[in-house]
């Protein structure tokens, strides 16, 4: 296939930060006396701190507003984040390889200061060429197509000659509806619940290693 570029979801994708995510979200709704577990967080893999926030409020009482809840979690994220956030194998030189062959591009559901806060702690920011977010594009988070639209925008590329690398349900809905040829990472879910990817593979790396043959 013809490839002009590549765009790439952040979490869980390029670090392995999702651990981080659901470590921090159960550890502030614990405090507030709601004891979730790991497989409660998978849902919300993916989706924006926002969207969660607004649903445990709805949901469970929490006499707090959306942005107190949403900044609850951030603090308790990026302390995690400084000390024990790691790139996937072979990220680094992947990304490396890559950026000095065509256009790449982040599109990420993660707030501007999430991702301010991932790439203090993994300066891997220079090798992209555009790097969109949620505040980019809200509210129209993925699964909506917008950030993978705007990305290939944003690095002159038509989205039907591009490839996405994901690992969530809601980023490969996303990059599908934006008319990209989608590759899953088993890295946050099983290949059945992203069955909806042209193609799946074990690690990120693994997925790198497919395009470089293609190229």
């Known amino acids: 296939?013809?490839?002009?570029?590549?765009?790439?979801?952040?979490?869980?994708?390029?670090?392995?930060?999702?651990?981080?995510?659901?470590?921090?979200?159960?550890?502030?709704?614990?405090?507030?006396?709601?004891?979730?577990?790991?497989?409660?967080?998978?849902?919300?893999?993916?989706?924006?701190?926002?969207?969660?926030?607004?649903?445990?409020?709805?949901?469970?009482?929490l006499a707090l507003e959306v942005p107190e809840l949403q900044r609850l979690k951030r603090e308790a994220y990026y302390a995690l984040v400084a000390k024990d956030l790691?790139?996937?194998?072979?990220?680094?030189?992947?990304?490396?390889?890559?950026?000095?062959?065509?256009?790449?591009?982040?599109?990420?559901?993660?707030?501007?200061?999430?991702?301010?806060?991932?790439f203090s702690a993994q300066p891997i920011s220079h090798l992209f060429r555009s790097i969109v977010h949620a505040d980019h594009v809200m509210p129209n988070l993925k699964p909506k197509p917008d950030p993978y639209l705007l990305a290939a925008n944003n690095i002159g590329i038509d989205p039907g000659k591009a490839v996405a690398i994901e690992d969530s349900v809601a980023g490969i809905k996303s990059a599908n509806a934006a008319g990209m040829y989608t590759l899953a990472v088993t890295t946050s879910h099983g290949a059945t619940e992203l069955q909806e990817a042209n193609q799946t593979f074990a690690s990120t790396k693994e997925a790198m290693d497919w395009i470089k043959g293609q190229l």
């Open 86 to 118: 790691q790139l996937f194998p072979g990220v680094l030189e992947g990304l490396t390889f890559f950026s000095s062959k065509l256009p790449i591009a982040l599109a990420t559901s993660s707030s501007a200061t999430d991702v301010e806060a991932v």
């Open 1 to 61: 296939m013809e490839i002009e570029g590549i765009v790439f979801d952040l979490d869980g994708t390029l670090v392995d930060s999702e651990p981080l995510h659901g470590q921090a979200w159960l550890e502030v709704l614990k405090a507030r006396g709601l004891s979730f577990d790991w497989e409660w967080f998978e849902q919300w893999i993916g989706k924006s701190d926002r969207l969660l926030a607004e649903y445990v409020i709805a949901n469970h009482g």
